[in-house]
C-alpha cells in the first residue's frame, strides 16, 4: 500500500515513508522543532535524515499527555526557537502537543481562553505555524483532525482546543513505526480508531463523505485489529490499523463523535488512564444503551438501520442486524487485552460527577441518540463490570 491524498493538506502513506520527510519540506526549510515521545532516541535515524539535508533541529520531549502547564513550557521553547516548521513525531499525545505548539507560538493570549468547556473558545487570530504530523501508534488518527486534546487538571478534565488552522499540512503515516508496539498498547489504541469510525459513523452530524470514510475504517479495523495486536508480525495488519486511524480522524473531523469520547475526555481528567483504555472499557456499554434506545424510540428508523450496516461491516454477513454487532463487539473486547473501567481505576463514587461532566462534553453532541443523567448512570455502572 502506497498512495498520496491531498485535500487542503497533503497525506502520504506508505511503509518507509517516514525515512523521507525532508522531500515533503519546503525548499529553504532551515530550522525545524520536533516534540516526540519520552523516548527521542528511537527516532534518532529519522531525525538524522533531517539534519543531513542541512535542517536546524530542536527536539522537544514529550512525556505525558499534555496539560495546560507542560503545554505552556513546550510552547515557550518553540518561541524561543524561531522555527519555520513544527514537527511531531509519536503518538496520539505527541501528534496533539505538536498541533498546538504549532497553533499557539504566534497566537500569545491566555491558553485557557482558546479552550472549549473550561474557556472560552477563543479562535485563533493567526494560522498555525506548518505542522507535519508523524504518528507512531494507529489509533487517535490526530494526525487527520483539527483539535488537540489537553489536560486541565485544577478542573479535572481534558477539553480540545479546536480550530480549522489546525489540520496538520502534512500527515506521514508509515506502518513501519507501528510494528513494535507491545500487543496493550496496540490494542488500546486500535480500539480507539474503531470507537471513532464506529461514533462518526453513527454521529447525528455525519454526512455521506464522512459515513464512506468511516465505512472504511470499521471494515479494517474488523479484520485486522486482533492481528494487529498478536505476537507474531503481521505487516498486512499493521497497514489496516494505520488506515483504520487515519479513517477514523479523518471522519471524526468532519462528523463529530458520540458519547464514548464524551466521557473519555471528562475520566480521562479525573484520573490517569490512557485514552484507549478509557475507550475500550466503555465502547459496549455506549453502544448497547444507543441500539437498545433506538429500537425502543423507532425500530426502522435510520440509526437501526445504520447498525445493521456496522453489523455486516464487522462480520461480513450480509443478514446481520445490530444485535449482531453489539454481539461481535463484546467477544472482540473479550478477546484484546483491555480492562473494565474498575480495572482501571475508576470508582463507582465517581459516577454522579463524571456523568455530569459528560454531558457538557463537545462529542457527547455528536451522539445519535439523547442521554439523560439516568442513561449516562447506567452506561457507567456496565462499563465497571
Known sequence: MDFSFATANTIRFGAGSARALSRLLPRGTNRVFVATGSSPKRHQATLELLEKNGIDLETYSISNEPTVDSLAEAIQAARNFEPQIIIGIGGGSVIDAGKAIAALIHNTGDLIEYLEVVGKGRPLDYPSLPYMAVPTTAGTGSEGTRNSVIGVPSAGVKVSLRSPFMLPHWAVVDPELTYDLPSEIAAYTGIDALTQNLEAFLSKKANPLSDAIAREGIKRAARSLKAACGETLDRNAKSDMCV????????????????????????????????????????????????????????????????????????????????????????????????????????????AEAADKASRASSMKGNPVELSQADLKEILQDALI
Not at 280 to 289: D, E, I, K, Q, T
Not at 308 to 323: H, M, Q, S, V, Y
Open 244 to 351: 483504520a486511524s487515519l479513517c477514523g480522524g479523518i471522519a471524526l473531523a468532519n462528523a463529530n463523535l458520540g458519547a464514548v469520547h464524551g466521557f473519555a475526555g471528562p475520566i480521562g481528567g479525573m484520573i490517569d488512564i490512557p485514552h484507549g483504555a478509557l475507550c475500550g472499557s466503555l465502547l459496549l456499554p455506549v453502544c448497547r444503551a444507543n441500539f437498545d434506545t433506538a429500537m425502543r424510540r423507532d425500530p426502522d428508523g435510520d440509526l437501526v438501520r445504520k447498525f445493521d450496516e456496522i453489523a455486516f461491516l464487522l462480520t461480513d454477513n450480509p443478514t446481520a442486524k445490530g444485535t449482531y454487532a453489539v454481539a461481535w463487539l463484546d467477544a472482540l473486547i473479550k478477546d484484546l487485552p483491555l480492562k473494565s473501567l474498575s480495572q482501571l481505576g475508576f470508582t463507582s463514587d465517581l459516577t
